[in-house]
């Protein structure tokens, strides 16, 4: 039997090649003979991918091939110095995802996936941890393809149970075989930086929690040795007292900024990492009075405010946690609960119907960015302007009363005007939490017209400005796709936007009108969300009211070439229209 193996860059060069004997081919000598000379090293920023082709040969007669897809990089995690790659020291910009797709469900489709993380790279995050299960192995070929480092995560329970039909009935009999299944399916990805053993497993607490974790790791070990370990700890106490956080190769911490110093005191790695942060709760485009921090605020309408400033009893707003990523250089990153909204979890309204989908998602369960979305983005971004102006300024009602200004930029000052006189101009400072990230003019009183935000650079010259103006009565509905050609393979997806403007085009803030779709010709419709954690509409029907505005359709192409015409209507509202074509 014959080996040959290539390896091929993106542009299909081959850049190292190795023929063997299977029988006599020495191990090293077969390894270094595949060495790729000045290799382009994946990283986030240049995702650099090469791909291996191996042919097996029986005489002259090819008997299998096989492709395998890889990157090259170094990773390493140091004490006092945390984690670098390709040896340039980095924190990670990471959020949690669950594996749904809001109104698509939880069947895996490469297009909605796509989508998913383009809306991520924009923000400016880098990093997805898997919550809280082996991923789909479209995310992971994705991820290495457009540059996201994966925190690739196994178990929820281990032995302990959480729940009644768990998987710790299974555990002493598939943790291991599942383990293995996972690190040999993934190991070759560049994208997977680290694995997880578990989310707040209750074993930390438990006699011998530790030893569960041990033995865990080690098969890690033992099926890669490239990469280190980690698990969300959310019971820090017992994680620290019980030798539990001190097993692991990367004490990961679930909502524990105030403890990072005295972990970091405590343990022997050296550094420390947020598996998962903030858990802030928002409804888009919802803004409650006066603006200050909720723990746990219930609202009659179900809803939570956009201020951002509202939070559970276990978690923070995001600033919390920022502050001890950028003065803490031994705190190696975060992963903030959550990249995207997702049913179940309605926290703080599990108990009260008609909630049913989750708050905490910097985008919402429609593929909507919620204000949040852009103080990530104006932290994580270093490469795009950032200057989002909150709240919407139609407010019918409200005139005399304050109604905060914020600006999440990441201009380091801004000055506001409202109808043209000035509120002051502020400057990010030390301060407090806040405005050391954001602009916050929190004295405003309400007058329609409109608010304009003109941001200065370090320089203090003047550097973009934004506004947002008082809405007027509904009047015509505008859409936008995020793509306006898909393949014609029957599984390729446009997000269309629709929003309620006035007759110059203001997004009506309040506006809850039924729109109903049509698709003709090469495609069909799909799904639509509007993002309302209480709605109970059904997703898969032509048909659903706006919330706060605006909604987000789905359509799919056809599996034969064309056009087709998406158009969405409702009563008393000029219809909007848009074309998409399939190739």
Known sequence: MRLETQIKNAAGETVATTTSNLVATDKQEFEQSLIVKNPSLWSPETPALYKAVSKLYKGDVLKDEYETTFGIRTIKFEADKGFSLNGTIRKFRGVCNHHDLGPLGTAVNVAALRRQLTMLKDMGCDAIRTSHNMPAPELVALCDEMGFMLMVESFDEWKTPKVKNGYSQYFDDWAEKDLVNMIHRDRNSPSVVMWSIGNEVPDQSAAGGNKIAKRLQDICHREDPTRPVTAGMDRINDALTKNFAAVLDIPGFNYKPTWYERANNALPQGFILGTETASTV????????????????????????????????WSQVPDDEFVKQDDLPYVIGEFVWTGFDYLGEPTPYDSKWPSHSSYFGIIDL???????????????NKEKETLHILPHWTWPGREGQVTPVYCYTNYPSAELFINGKSMGRQTKSNTNNQTRYRLMWNDVKYEPGTVKVVAYDQNGREAASSEVKTAGRPHHIELSADRTVLQADGKDLSFIT?????????????ASNLLRFRVKGEGRYKAAGNGDATSLELFHLPQMHTFKGMLVAIVESSEKAGDMEVSVSSKGLKAGAIRITTK
Not at 369 to 375: F, G, N
């Open 282 to 313: 928002s409804s888009r485009g919802v803004y409650k009075f006066p603006a200050e921090f909720q723990k746990m605020k219930q609202y009659e309408d179900n809803q939570s405010s956009s201020y951002d400033l509202e939070y559970c009893n």
């Open 498 to 510: 629709a929003k309620v403007c006035d007759a110059e085009g203001n997004v009506c803030p309040d």
């Open 366 to 380: 429609a593929g909507s960015p919620k204000d949040r979305y852009y103080l990530y983005r104006s932290k994580w």
